[in-house]
């Protein structure tokens, strides 16, 4: 409603009218919702519309008593028409603003977040008690989350399946493929101890229709289900919001549905960064494009040192392409403690054809023969020809594609959309998850969110509280961390001890023939508590979770360490760990001080 509701105010008597009712010159009454007597808070439903295109709630704009009601079921009514005459408990009615709200210069979201008005600047063809858009991990979440709990809920998503970038072009066909290199490596690897297999024969179609249709189909096709079975209505189409409660949903035939919302979730997600100059050519992918697996290139170059960027090159590597990789930085998956990921590189360059770090990519031209790529640095090669160039230096948040100012909603000048630990952004019914709020850019952060978010729309007392976001790279090693690492501990003055135990110690490493892993505790030297972990090594994303459950739970060096792991298993070297620094270990000999 573009200019707010229509209010006569006589003391604390208040005749409601009809508001701006966007391109409809009227509109019929079909349900009063409200009878005199009756207590009403502000933005509860007085009455509902109905034009020959949608139906909508008309709230009231205060708290206070419905002394009469002024219309009957089966009236037509317009802009300015009295609806009821409400006794106000207000001591002051907000007046609707004269603008539009505009985006507030903020770098965090204030906790006391902005009550906005309700402000339609159109009739909506469909309303609903929480509207999300995106539905990725955080999405789906949040919008299954939201009905399980009672509330009315629109889905909005762009493509058309539902599970967003994580789903069908990211986490889970990547593991797909990352599932089908590790058999082919292990394969390989047991030639060692007297097995030997034949070269393996890649049917690159069949590899990529198990991919879509045997893994990602079969998850949408349960997301699609189980939104059924919750009444999440899902609508196809890029949303854009229009107004503090209203976003306009186009799609691909251009048919525009107006969705109008009590509360909303952003939760719009990121997408590839692009490297400025590049030549428009299908020879140079982003992640997307890598998992549609095309073709396997003879010669892949990397641009990226990153978890997307060694994932993909676990995968071509594994399936036969020659892969180099080159990294701006000195060194791969920064963000980890170096010690932790030399194990990885020290594999990775046995498998590369060539890894190069401090390197930076100066230009690429599109040749009939490859792509024809030139570096810079003090040890960069001299340019070389590739079949294929995978582009993979990070994500950007889609925060400034939503049309989210519309909505008042603050978005600094990257993406990012500020929230308070409730999910709120600077305004009080719009929330926002995921990505587009902030790093890490992580899926299970984004479905911890997405259930916070709309357990707070129904009124829960929650809020974000994790202490220890857990990252995965799933190479070969595995690699992962969480908490607190070493060389965050030293910038922040954080005195700690640190536990490391050696998988070369460890008999089911040693039977699986893998001991280049490890694993490091980082325990705080005042508290005697867990405040960090990483692991690599085989499995080590699985391995992860008992460390975060322990920093979680507060746990010390003595609860882990006399928890009884099973062995022989790689589990049991987080309990080792925890032995080396309490110095009770006997898998290993440590001498006395």
């Given amino acids: 409603m573009s200019e707010g509701f229509y209010c006569n105010i006589m003391a604390n008597s208040i005749t409601v009218e009809i508001p701006d009712i966007g391109n409809f010159d009227s509109v019929d009454i079909i349900e009063i919702l409200v009878k005199a007597g009756d207590t009403i808070n502000k933005e509860d439903p007085i009455i509902t519309v109905e034009s020959d295109k949608a139906s909508m709630d008309i709230p009231s ?12 079921v089966g009236d037509t009514v317009k802009q300015g028409s009295p609806i009821i005459e409400l006794s106000s408990t ?185 490297i400025p100059g590049t030549p428009v050519d299908d020879r140079i992918m982003d992640s997307t494009g890598a998992l549609e697996l095309k073709d396997i290139p003879k010669k892949l170059l990397i641009i990226g040192g990153g978890i997307i960027g060694l994932e993909m090159g676990t995968v071509y590597d594994a399936l036969g392409s020659k892969v180099s990789l080159v990294e701006l930085t000195d060194g791969l998956i920064q963000g980890c403690d170096r ?104 899926a299970h952060k984004a479905t911890h969110e997405g259930k916070i978010a709309a357990e707070v729309i129904a009124g829960e007392k929650v809020e974000f509280q994790a202490m220890a976001i857990p990252s995965v790279a799933y190479t070969d090693p595995e690699l992962a961390w969480a908490g607190i690492t070493e060389e965050e501990a030293r910038e922040k003055n ?6 490391v135990f050696p998988w070369a110690a460890s008999g089911r490493a040693i039977s699986t023939n893998r001991t280049e892993g490890m694993t490091k505790l980082i325990f705080d030297k005042k508290t005697d508590r867990i405040i960090g972990a990483a692991i690599v090594g085989t499995n080590a994303g699985e391995l992860i979770a008992e460390t975060v459950l322990s920093i979680e739970m507060g746990a010390d060096a003595h609860d882990i360490g006399l928890s009884i792991h099973p062995h022989p298993t790689l589990s049991e070297s987080i309990a080792m760990a925890s032995e080396m620094k309490e110095g009770t270990i006997t898998d290993l000999y440590i001498k006395k001080r």
Wanted: glycine share 8%.
């Fill in 61 to 72: 704009p205060a708290d206070g008593i419905v002394a009469k009601i002024l219309i009957k």
């Fill in 90 to 274: 207000e001591e002051k009615v907000d007046q609707p603003p004269k603008e539009k709200p505009i985006a507030a210069e903020k770098s965090v979201a204030e906790k006391s977040a902005e009550k906005a008005e309700v402000i339609n600047v159109h009739a909506s063809d469909l309303n609903c008690d929480v509207a999300v858009l995106g539905s990725g991990p955080g999405g789906y979440t949040a919008a299954f989350r939201a009905a399980d709990l009672g509330k009315s809920v629109i889905l909005i998503e762009r493509y058309s399946t539902i599970g967003g970038v994580c789903l069908n072009v990211g986490c889970i066909p990547s593991k797909a493929l990352l599932h089908t290199a590790k058999v082919i490596t292990d394969a390989e690897d047991t030639g060692s101890h007297g097995v030997t297999f034949t070269k393996p024969e890649i049917d690159i179609e069949k590899l990529r229709d198990w991919k879509s249709n045997k893994v990602v189909k079969k998850l949408t096709m349960g997301l699609t289900q189980m939104a059924k079975q919750r009444g999440v209505q899902v609508i196809e189409g890029q949303g854009q919001f229009i107004s503090a409660n209203q976003i306009s949903v186009t799609a691909k035939d251009g048919l525009q549905t107006i969705v109008g919302f009590q509360s909303a979730i952003i939760a719009a997600g990121s997408q590839p960064t692009k």
């Fill in 339 to 442: 010690d932790m990921v030399r194990p990885l590189h020290k594999r990775m360059a046995k498998r590369f054809e060539n890894i190069w770090l401090a390197t930076k990519v100066s230009k690429m031209e599109a040749k009939k023969e490859g792509i024809l790529v030139y570096f810079e640095g003090a040890d960069a090669p001299k340019e070389a020809l590739f079949d294929r160039v995978l582009v993979a230096v990070g994500r950007k948040p889609n925060g400034l594609n939503v049309g989210a100012d519309k909505a008042g909603v603050a978005v600094d000048s990257q993406g990012f959309i500020a929230t308070d630990k409730q999910m709120r952004t600077n305004i009080n019914h719009i929330y926002a998850i995921g990505d587009i709020i902030g790093q890490p850019m992580l």
């Fill in 494 to 499: 954080i005195e700690i001890e640190k536990a």
